[in-house]
């Protein structure tokens, strides 16, 4: 019989061991925070959207769909940061769920290129509001101003500038 998934609320719950004060070294580590609320965020993410039976990295890809019409795999993968490889199995669960369909490009023949269905549509609408919820709750300590400051700073972590 398998497992009830947990709730966003136990996946919370199992993470009370935060409370114990990190080595003193690791808590001078940029890093250290950056994976600790990485994989916060992960499980209340996974729980959030649970429901819908979905993970975050597909409902990822759905959500490129949706606001990049046309847009082919390969133009995904370097919107996402994704290996290639990893995206096949993703598109083709989030094809045979019927949220997209495939359009071959008329100038290239080889390309294909990815176009939302209604019911796509939907469920991304869906998955944005869990997802939504979920870091509303993950960050109710912050002001809007604290959030977009932390957006902006951990944009300049990831994103490539050339340097």
Same mark, same amino acid.
């Given at each position: 019989?398998?497992?009830?998934?947990?709730?966003?609320?136990?996946?919370?719950?199992? @993470?009370?061991?935060?409370?114990?004060?990190?080595?003193?070294?690791?808590?001078?580590?940029?890093?250290?925070?950056?994976?600790?609320?990485?994989?916060?965020?992960? @499980?209340?993410?996974?729980?959030?959207?649970?429901?819908? @039976?979905?993970?975050?990295?597909?409902?990822?890809?759905?959500?490129?769909?949706?606001?990049?019409?046309?847009?082919?795999?390969?133009?995904?993968?370097? $919107?996402?940061?994704?290996?290639?490889?990893?995206?096949?199995?993703?598109?083709?669960?989030?094809?045979?769920?019927?949220?997209?369909?495939?359009?071959?490009?008329?100038?290239?023949?080889?390309?294909?290129?990815?176009?939302?269905?209604?019911?796509?549509?939907?469920?991304?609408?869906?998955?944005?509001?869990?997802?939504?919820?979920?870091?509303?709750? $993950?960050?109710?300590?912050?002001?809007?101003?604290?959030?977009?400051?932390?957006? $902006?700073?951990?944009?300049?972590?990831?994103?490539?500038?050339?340097?």
């Amino acid at each position: 019989m398998p497992l009830k998934p947990k709730s966003t609320e136990d996946v919370l719950q199992d @993470n009370t061991c935060s409370a114990v004060e990190p080595p003193e070294k690791l808590e001078v580590l940029i890093g250290y925070h950056l994976r600790r609320a990485s994989i916060h965020d992960l @499980n209340g993410a996974v729980a959030a959207l649970n429901d819908v @039976n979905t993970r975050p990295v597909p409902a990822s890809v759905l959500l490129t769909i949706v606001e990049n019409p046309g847009v082919s795999s390969a133009d995904i993968c370097r $919107m996402l940061g994704m290996q290639r490889a990893n995206i096949v199995s993703i598109l083709s669960e989030l094809e045979g769920r019927g949220l997209f369909v495939r359009e071959t490009d008329p100038a290239d023949q080889r390309i294909q290129k990815l176009y939302p269905t209604r019911h796509g549509q939907e469920e991304a609408k869906t998955f944005m509001a869990l997802l939504q919820a979920h870091e509303d709750t $993950m960050l109710q300590r912050l002001s809007a101003a604290e959030r977009q400051q932390l957006r $902006m700073l951990l944009a300049k972590i990831w994103q490539d500038d050339g340097v």
